[in-house]
């Protein structure tokens, strides 16, 4: 099928007068991206989704966006939302018109009508998620309000979402080589953030005479976790994966290395783990800066503390005291709740769960257990409030709600699905999941929490 994907109506001009009218709307934006059926592909295919983004800078710096959708076919639903003043405001066009798909895109998939449960609408509504994805590309590639635009990035250990190179991507920067061994969690990393080149084992890897922005690294966290073994750098399965991983970090000539681990990294053994890696980094020329960082804290329903060190380099420009300074964190604003999909039905029954406290009365910002699946004490046998904040998603876990935990819903409990389970790490809705259920949700729980990377990565155009 055969859409028009083009980008119409974009400001020559970064900022333009918000032109709010007198009911505090703007009626002709400087933005529009329109996906449109011909009136003759209408009459053969009447289910195709037309969907349109509108958005508009109304200051410097300040961009909003609303999408709107419609199914041409007798009686189907369309909405249609104009800009104006009470529009969320964002940085940069791309991500205003990323935010306005993603919401679009949702309303799309919770609307109920007479062909929304068939095969033909899934069928739809996959090809939209589809054009979403290629258009946001060129949105970006067309957006020089972006702070990130034309910088490179290497990721190590890249997983299957890629939250870090998510981030800095959709910040405008490129990711030019990514590296990971596990061939699903790559397959599925190649669609959402097509990077120039792949590889797969990190101990064949050379890096030597190569220059780019930023590294990534998402270091395998499984011997520092509390799931794990405690070995650190030591462990015996991972210990050749850290060595060349450092072997890398030391040939290639980056700005600024970025690692997330879990959160024991920067305190197992004394610090014994986190001194080593300072220690090698230090001698490789760059700056180490770490703390802890809690992605409740940027948006996302999940209580998920993760070690995070900005390693920057010897001679590029940062403030002479502080160096990179690390984005605040905000009181926890969403609730799990915010990403659950209607109507899904529970898989755990009432009189599976026991010892059940009452669920608080309205949104709380922390977790709230209310009972256990068979009286057992671990994460897959644990249930929490879907109004409160989520438990950090796992790669690996057992029980009856295995990865995520279960939340209490009408008649019983459930676990995540891996669509909450990507919303639960802020992926994108046009991302995609792996087909398989466990793959997807291990690639979920191996992840960063896309929102805290975007932040994180904000702060690096100063610094590069």
């Known amino acids: 099928m055969k859409v028009n994907q083009a980008v119409v109506g974009i400001a020559k001009s970064a900022v333009a007068p918000s032109l709010f009218n007198t009911r505090g709307v703007i009626a002709q934006p400087t933005f529009v991206l329109i996906r449109k059926f011909s009136s003759a592909k209408l009459l053969k295919e009447p289910h195709g ?15 909003i966006a609303e999408p709107g959708w ?14 104006h003043s009470g529009s969320k405001r964002f940085e940069s066009r791309s991500e205003a018109v990323e935010a306005a798909m993603d919401r679009g895109l949702r309303m799309v998939r919770a609307q109920k009508h007479r062909t929304s449960d068939s095969v033909d609408w899934a069928d739809k509504v996959e090809s939209l998620r589809e054009w979403m994805a290629t258009a946001i590309s060129k949105v970006r590639d067309k957006d020089e309000t972006l ?6 990035v290497i990721d190590l250990f890249a997983g299957g979402h890629g939250g870090f190179s998510m981030g800095l991507m959709s910040l405008g920067a490129k990711v030019e080589l990514a590296c ?43 011997a520092f976790s509390p799931a794990g073994n405690g070995l650190g750098f030591a462990d015996p399965v991972l210990a050749n994966a850290y060595k060349h991983a450092m072997r890398v970090l030391g040939e290639v000539d980056a700005k600024v290395v970025i690692v997330e681990c879990a959160r024991r990294f920067l305190t197992l053994d004394a610090g014994k783990h986190c001194d080593e890696f300072i220690a090698t980094m230090n001698a490789a020329g760059y700056r180490v800066q770490a703390r802890a960082m809690n992605a409740a804290g940027f948006g996302v329903p999940q209580d998920r503390e993760r070690s995070i060190l ?36 529970a898989t755990l029954m009432e009189d599976e769960l026991t010892d059940l406290q009452p669920e608080p009365a309205i949104r709380v910002g922390k977790m709230h257990r209310v009972g256990f699946v068979r009286g057992k004490n671990s994460q897959g046998y644990r249930v929490y409030s879907p109004k409160g904040v989520g438990i950090s998603l796992l790669a690996g876990s057992g029980g009856a709600a295995q990865f995520t935990g279960a939340y209490k819903v009408n008649g019983g409990a459930r676990p995540l699905t891996p669509r909450e389970a990507a919303r639960m790490q802020g992926m994108p809705e046009w991302a995609v999941q792996h087909e398989n259920r466990r793959h997807a949700l291990r690639h979920a729980g191996n992840a960063i929490a896309l929102p805290l990377a975007r932040e994180i990565s904000r702060r690096l155009n100063k610094q590069a």
């Open 147 to 152: 702070p990130l635009r034309g910088m490179t």
């Open 49 to 63: 989704i037309e969907f349109t983004v509108r958005a508009h800078a109304v200051e410097e710096g300040q961009w």
């Open 310 to 345: 900005i390693c920057t380099r010897i001679g590029v420009d940062v403030d002479s005291l502080l160096g990179y300074v690390f984005p605040d964190e905000s009181a926890p604003t969403a609730c799990v709740a915010d990403i659950m999909e209607p109507d899904l039905p």
């Open 180 to 222: 990971e061994i596990d061939p699903e969690a790559m397959a599925v990393y190649r669609k959402n953030v097509r990077p120039l080149r792949t590889h797969g084992d990190i101990c064949t890897l050379d890096c030597s005479m190569t220059k780019v922005d930023f590294v990534t690294v998402g270091l395998l966290c499984q």
């Open 70 to 83: 419609a199914c041409r076919a007798d009686g189907l639903p369309m909405d249609v939302s104009p800009l």
